[in-house]
């Protein structure tokens, strides 16, 4: 049986953006924003730092793809830099790298950034690279979705009033988070009301294109309380790649995704869970759509296939209900910079097992899970943090 | 016996009604009724490869492309349709151009052909979407279509009889290499030059074969001028109840396609023993007089002339009409290729090949070196993929960058194994169903680096298309 990381790694220092559409800031700039903020949080000096993780989609000009982008943003030369990009799940992935690293033995502070500067880029929704110029033509991330979502419908039932709730909650929560993307309430009338994007999405069951940074700061366990009293521990991570092509695979259900399973299978048998929906006490889940929330709870374990619908149709999932998923506003609300967001979703993870996320504070949290899922359902990680 | 062993046309399922056309200038129609008109996908090749594929054929020796309008001025035509078609390199390939006569031009040299004993089964197709000035009565006229025919020696439904040609280069219809429009010179004398060409073809035809023009049971004359063509009937000899009925309130003149269009359409009605003189004219004429056999009665038309009139998109303005035909005109930002890349890429994109996994039987696409199921890597095959489908799921997608949104894409399982992504075109979302019947047909996707991308997308399949009732 292959090793666990549970309790091998701990976070010591977060730090996260406002999100938005931030017009007048730079990628650089907000990368340096995030990971002085993360210095600062886990009381240390840059020089620190033994080695960095960067997860970024797209950088943009200057510097390609390479990890330049990071080392010149933090004027941190010298050090071993890793550039992940690995889809939506790209935040997550950097992170799981430095974990790898710092379990190994290799480093014992090293720091993860996910960045990304969406509202820079010329066209609407999220630009897609390197596709296929005959085989994926027209594909958009919503109708990859969608796809999904009318297969589920077909199949389980449910229609654009159940993708509806999850818009109505995630917007609540964000509208309780000062750094959100969106602070605002939406009724459910409202987002019926929208334009539709990809039917069954209409424009509030897409997340936006936002511009935002997050980092951590991570480190061996063992030393951890060096740093701070009340380090985070990893339990345990997974990350699960399936075809980048689903729609061409003749035995794909088109009602979840597999990745996401496999994925959190790992991480919980690292963690020792069980009973995901009794044991986690709060969740950041991929919501890039609506339904996405809604397959997520079934491909996470916390309900039956084709019963996500009535988790959030009950309100289980609500801030007070008995699995609060995506407290900070998800990805719909607080915003997705694609290699941003899984870096983001652990530091709010963070926040609320520390006691630290305000009127969004979930009660007793003691166990948190992060979930990225990215492509048309290709790239699932999954990372639980614990106390 | 040499003759048709097979028949099809395909008309777009755009129309426009000329009173739209004629609003937009501020006029009266010139003609009743609605005209055909390709979407912003299709062309003169995507036309006839329909056309062809309404054939139902499984194999033949060659395929003969006639159009004044194929998207490519240098590059075989035909070749292309050859590797949609799948067929294999040992066929006859040609392009005939550049005359309204291009159609019967092509089915003269396809019986040649296959009188000489070269091949057993040629199919000619002719296809046409030609560019008229706006605000010009050939706006109105000119329509969009295909048609095809097989020529061969087995299962002949119409022999071929007897044949003639005349050569003159009478001015009626030109089209410089500059221009993109047609130039008419369509008037009283042009209709007087059609009926004289005309009259010398017919008579060397019904000499030789011993007729006077009443014993022929139809006589199709590709119309040049609406105004003008029952008055040309009388005036080559023939009764009104003789004469093919032209659509020309339904779907137009279709270019070179016109002929064999309406070759189809008196086929689809005749009975043993009717003697049909096909004439195609344009800088001359051609003749060809065709006897019907009895395998008519059980010959099979797939897609019927008057199901596809039934099955028309009406486009809601004449600027949509108009857009749909110029789109590529301005836009060729798409990607640009390598032949590198091209010449693996056919294999798949365009010859719509697949995987077919010999351990557990599953079929793939794209095709695959190792099976996505069973991981066999030893007993995999090529193998041609099915070109009709059914919707597993779908979405209509409003972010998709078109120039005429939304897009429907579709997650299509195609006969015989195997799953396609395609857009789906010619429909009106509202029908898209998961469950709805499909047809596969090749449409331009992009333009770019010199090239039309062509690629598959999916239209929903008519009634006698083969599938269920739409909508």
């Known amino acids: ?387 | 016996m040499i003759g048709i062993t097979g028949h099809a046309v395909y008309l777009p399922r755009h129309r426009i009604g000329r009173e739209k056309i004629a609003a937009a200038h501020g006029g009266k129609p010139v003609l009743e009724g609605e005209r055909t008109a390709i979407g912003f996908d299709e062309d003169a090749l995507t036309l006839a490869l329909e056309a062809v594929q309404g054939l139902g054929l499984s194999a033949c020796g060659g395929i003969y492309f006639a159009s004044t309008t194929a998207p490519y001025l240098e590059r075989m035509n035909a070749a292309l349709l050859a590797a949609a078609c799948d067929l294999p390199e040992e066929i006859a390939v040609a392009d005939f151009a550049h005359s309204l006569r291009a159609g019967t031009v092509a089915l003269m040299a396809a019986l040649d052909r296959v009188a000489v004993g070269e091949q057993e089964l040629i199919v000619v197709v002719s296809a046409d979407t030609r560019e008229a000035s706006p605000e010009s009565p050939e706006e109105q006229w000119f329509g969009d279509g295909a048609a095809a025919l097989a020529v061969g020696r087995e299962h002949v439904v119409a022999e071929a009889k007897a044949r003639a040609s005349v050569s003159d280069d009478f001015l009626d219809f030109v089209r410089r290499d500059k221009d993109e429009r047609v130039t008419s010179f369509a008037s009283r004398f042009t209709m007087e030059g059609y009926c004289r060409i005309v009259r010398r073809a017919i008579a060397r035809v019904l000499e030789e074969s011993g007729l006077q023009p009443s014993e022929v049971t139809r006589v199709i004359l590709p119309p040049m001028d609406p105004r003008l063509t029952v008055r040309a009937a009388a005036e080559l000899g023939f009764r009104a109840e003789q004469v093919q009925e032209t659509f020309l309130e339904r779907v137009g003149m279709i270019g070179c396609a016109t002929p064999l269009f309406l070759l189809s359409a008196a086929l689809e009605r005749a009975q043993p023993g009717d003697r049909i003189l096909l004439v195609g004219y344009g800088n001359g004429a051609d003749a060809v007089l065709f006897e019907v056999t009895p395998l008519i009665e059980d010959y099979v038309v797939r897609d019927p002339i008057a199901e596809q009139l039934r099955r028309g998109l009406r486009f809601p303005s004449y600027e949509r009409f108009r857009k749909a035909r110029e789109y590529f005109r301005h836009h060729d930002e798409g990607p640009v290729l390598s032949n590198v890349f091209y010449e693996k890429e056919e294999v798949r994109a365009i010859r719509l090949r697949g995987t077919e996994c010999g351990e557990c039987g599953l079929r793939q696409f794209p095709p695959t070196r190792i099976c996505q199921r069973c991981q066999s890597k030893t007993s995999l095959r090529e193998v041609s993929l099915g070109r009709r489908g059914e919707v597993f799921t779908y979405t209509v997608d409003w972010l998709t960058p078109s120039p005429m949104p939304p897009t429907v894409l579709a997650v299509v399982d195609v006969e015989g194994g195997g799953r396609l992504y395609l857009q789906m075109t010619d429909v009106e979302p509202s029908e898209v169903r998961i469950g709805m019947r499909v047809r596969l047909t090749l449409r331009r996707l992009g333009a770019g680096g010199g090239l039309y991308h062509y690629y598959w997308k999916c239209r929903p399949e008519g009634r006698s298309d083969g599938g269920e009732p739409q909508g």
């Open chain 1, 1 to 387: 049986m292959a090793e666990s990381l549970k309790d091998k790694v701990a976070i010591i220092g977060i730090g996260c953006t406002k999100f938005g559409e931030l017009h007048d800031k730079s990628l650089s700039e907000l990368m340096a924003e995030a990971a002085f903020a993360a210095y600062e949080d886990a009381g240390i000096e840059p020089e620190r730092v033994e080695a960095a993780w960067l997860g970024t989609f797209s950088p943009g000009f200057g510097g390609g793809k390479a990890s330049v982008t990071l080392a010149d943003a933090l004027r941190l030369y010298g050090k071993p830099i890793t550039r992940v990009e690995n889809y939506c799940a790209t935040g997550t992935d950097a992170f799981r790298n430095a974990c790898l690293a710092v379990a190994a033995g290799v480093y014992e502070v090293v720091l993860v950034v996910g960045a990304e500067k969406l509202r820079d880029r010329p066209v609407r929704g999220l630009q897609r690279e390197g596709t296929h110029p005959y085989l994926e033509a027209g594909a958009t991330p919503p109708g990859l979705f969608a796809l999904a979502a009318n297969r589920y419908f077909h199949r389980f039932g449910g229609d654009r009033r159940t993708l509806a709730k999850v818009a109505v909650k995630n917007h609540h929560n964000g509208a309780l988070n000062p750094k959100a993307h969106f602070r605002m309430e939406v009724s459910e009338e409202q987002v019926l009301a929208a334009p539709l994007v990809a039917y069954p999405f209409g424009l509030y069951d897409c997340c936006p294109t936002t511009d935002g940074a997050a980092a951590v700061v991570i480190c061996r366990a063992d030393r951890a309380r060096q740093f701070r009293e009340d380090p985070i521990y990893v339990k345990g991570i997974g990350l699960a790649v399936e075809t980048g092509w689903p729609f061409f695979d003749p035995t794909f259900e088109y009602i979840g995704f597999p990745a996401t399973v496999a994925a959190a299978a790992e991480a919980y048998r690292m963690a020792g869970i069980r009973n995901p929906v009794r044991e986690i006490s709060v969740a950041e889940v991929h919501d890039c759509f609506t339904w996405t929330e809604i397959s997520n709870y079934e491909d996470l374990g916390f309900c039956k296939k084709g019963e996500g619908r009535y988790f959030i149709e009950e309100g289980r999932s609500a801030l007070a209900g008995d699995l609060p998923v995506n407290p900070s506003g998800g990805l719909k609300s607080f915003g997705h910079p694609i290699g941003a967001s899984g870096v983001r979703m652990l530091t709010e993870i963070v926040l609320q097992l520390r006691g630290q996320a305000g009127a969004r504070q979930v009660k007793n949290a003691e166990l948190g899970l992060v979930h990225n899922l990215g492509g048309p359902g290709s790239v699932a990680c999954v990372v639980v943090l614990g106390r």
